[in-house]
């Protein structure tokens, strides 16, 4: 028996919070076998080796996880991004919705799908082969985040692969899609946010039960090391570059100022925790027993 294998990794990690039950599930993750891309593309080896040194990182990749987050309160269950497309047991992400029964959530009890933005790993999985993954299940996105990739206006042109897939994907769905503004309201205690840059309209999402909250931030940042502590490095991510530092930094700076937890996609799993911020920098805190006292 090999025990270091993703069998025994811990994949679903749930919480309460207020009056809510949040589980943040691993859809998956790949190895990337570079840093420079998609990350610091405005830094040298040296200095990216510096860097990942002194996080005790290795310097010639990064595991990239993928971490979508399930919410239930006021009698709804609401599903964050989809992750890839559901996959066998071998691979390695595609897993969101095996893991969503052992979390106790079968495909027909999400109620609703709100996405952050529309890149490849939070869409694919909306769509099991033919038909729609959640049955049941209406849909909130951005309205500039839908209406730029559907007119393909602001799409660099390393996305055309990223807007055919959503063109595929996404437009079937619009009967049964919310279009969302920033302040608007999901449900009772849960609120959407612009934080445009990453993709052209990428939304955040506020949870707030008997005041606790919960900031799911989908891709603000995309490294707990790279994003957090040179949150003004360019990312090849990003679909605008300038405009996603803007809104990196003001929601590190807002997350550190309030002590608010997150939840974010691809920080390292559970994928919860929150945000210090130390000599001109931030730095990734995980959650540990916080939800627990
Ligand atoms: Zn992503």
Same mark, same amino acid.
């Given at each position: 028996m090999n025990i270091i294998n993703d069998t025994y990794r811990s994949t679903i990690h749930p919480f309460a919070l207020g009056e809510a039950v949040v589980s943040t599930i691993q859809d998956g993750a790949h190895i990337r076998d570079a840093i420079n891309p998609p990350f610091?593309?405005? /830094? +040298?080896d040296e200095e990216i080796a510096q860097i990942a040194a002194s996080n005790n990182l290795p310097a010639h990749g990064f595991e990239s996880g993928y971490t979508p987050t399930v919410i239930r309160i006021g009698g709804q269950t609401i599903l964050f991004d989809t992750g890839f497309a559901p996959l066998g047991a071998d691979e390695p992400a595609g897993h969101l919705k095996r893991r969503l029964a052992h979390a @106790?959530?079968?495909? /027909?009890?999400?109620?609703i799908v709100a996405f952050t933005h529309c890149h490849p790993d939070h869409i694919l999985g909306v769509m099991d082969g033919n038909t729609p993954?959640?049955?049941n299940a209406r849909y909130v996105i951005g309205r500039k985040e839908f209406d730029a990739w559907s007119s393909g206006e602001g799409i660099p042109e390393q996305r055309a692969g990223t807007r055919d897939i959503f063109l595929k994907l996404i437009p079937p769905l619009a009967d049964r899609m919310t279009f969302l503004e920033d @302040?608007? +309201? !999901? !449900? +009772?205690g849960l609120t959407a946010e612009a934080a445009f840059g990453h993709s052209p309209g990428h939304m955040m999402y506020r949870l707030e039960s008997r005041g606790k909250s919960l900031l799911i931030w989908g891709d603000v940042t995309n490294h707990f090391v790279f994003s957090l502590q040179y949150p003004d490095s360019l990312v090849g991510f990003d679909d605008d570059k300038d405009l996603a530092i803007q809104t990196r930094n003001r929601v590190l700076d807002m997350v550190a100022t309030d002590g608010l937890m997150v939840s974010g996609f691809h920080m390292p799993f559970p994928s919860i925790g929150y945000v210090e911020r130390t000599d001109g920098h931030f730095r990734w805190t995980p959650a540990t027993y916080q939800a627990r006292m």
């Open positions: 610091a593309l405005d /830094k +040298s @106790g959530y079968a495909p /027909k009890d999400i109620d993954t959640y049955p @302040g608007d +309201s !999901v !449900v +009772s």
